[in-house]
């Protein structure tokens, strides 16, 4: 069945020559950050991917259009995010509905891999992936992200998943799916606003290592994959601090009846708050360190070929 996809000239031309490409989701302009930080952090994150060597696609749904690269004037439609116009969160099963309708859709790490795959690009950088959820033995609540990457071929950069969630259990999951986890010069599973989780993870040296096992799982048939980089220290948070404020958006989150995909948004919006903002700088400076470390790994994947 067809299905129009927009890829802008440039990542296209890209994709044709075999140079490096690196993905960039929306859901966390639309919903993961404050205005105007997400705009700036948008606009920045694109910049470190092309100071690294490599093409940034921004990837959401413009008016029904599932596009990958985004221009200037949609990312900054979606990083306004007053309640009336904010785009909705799409993640893989609003994919349908959103094109369907018309609307604009802000992509989580499950929809942003299906439409960057569907495009041809390797490697996304994000901040953290949704995982399963402290309370997910009563709610069942488990990001698609993580059913995203135990079939989807995209190789995802990331600061572990957020700390909002049951790392162990996120981990476990990972590892039943199939799904490697490196980690960036470190054998510890980061956990987002801190560099330390006490999980191991497989430690990769440099960007060419990273490549070599990309291209082995990929040959073996495996999907996803994700490379796991700890957020830089001198924006991690105290993890006590953190902790104490996880605790409190979560029960915030409870005696609101918050719950589906409003939980993320919540928690994080909550935390910012809980912190004072120290939380919102972290995420921003790991978000651009990630974008730079998918950079070299683009373009060692393209050395490859
Ligand atoms: N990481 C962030 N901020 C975010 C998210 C990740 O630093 O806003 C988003 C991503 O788009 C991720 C989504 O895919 O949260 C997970 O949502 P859920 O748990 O509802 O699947
Ligand atoms: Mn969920």
């Not at 948008?42 to 221009?71: C, K």
């Not at 690009?121 to 995982?131: C, K, M, P, R």
């Not at 033995?137 to 990457?149: C, G, H, I, K, P």
């Not at 609101?256 to 004072?276: D, K, M, N, S």
Request: charged share 20%.
């Amino acid at each position: 069945m067809d299905l129009s996809l927009a890829i802008a000239p440039e990542v296209q031309e890209a994709l044709d020559t075999g140079r490096p490409v690196v993905a960039l989701e929306s859901t966390v302009i639309s919903h993961g950050l404050p205005y105007p930080h997400n705009l700036e952090l948008a606009r920045a994150m694109e910049q470190d991917v092309r100071d690294g060597g490599a093409v940034p696609a921004t990837v959401g749904i413009v008016a029904g259009v599932p596009t990958v690269g985004m221009d200037a004037a949609a990312i900054e439609r979606f990083a306004r995010t007053d309640p009336l116009h904010r785009p909705s969160k799409v993640s893989r099963r609003d994919l349908g509905y959103v094109i369907a309708a018309g609307g604009d859709g802000a992509t989580t790490v499950a929809a942003t891999m299906a439409l960057a795959h569907l495009a041809g690009v390797q490697v996304f950088a994000t901040g953290g992936i949704g995982g399963v959820h402290r309370g997910a033995r009563e709610n069942w609540d488990v990001s698609a992200d993580l059913t995203e990457l135990a079939r989807t071929p995209v190789l995802v950069v990331c600061a572990g998943a957020k700390a909002i969630l049951d790392l162990p259990a996120t981990l476990e999951y990972l590892e039943t799916s199939g799904v490697p986890v490196l980690g960036w010069r470190t054998n510890e599973f980061p956990a987002f606003y801190s560099a330390s989780s006490g999980l191991p993870v497989a430690p990769a040296p440099d960007a060419a290592f990273v490549a070599r096992a990309w291209r082995a799982h990929r040959a073996l048939g495996g999907a996803g994959m994700l490379l796991t980089v700890p957020p830089p220290a001198e924006h991690a948070l105290d993890r006590a601090m953190t902790e104490a404020a996880i605790e409190c958006a979560l029960r915030r989150a409870q005696d609101e009846g918050i719950h589906g995909p409003a939980v993320t948004p919540f928690l994080l919006a909550a935390l910012a708050r809980e912190t004072g903002g120290e939380s919102v700088r972290a995420n921003i400076a790991l978000l651009r360190q990630n974008a730079r470390v998918a950079a070299q790994v683009a373009a060692a994947i393209a050395n490859l070929l």
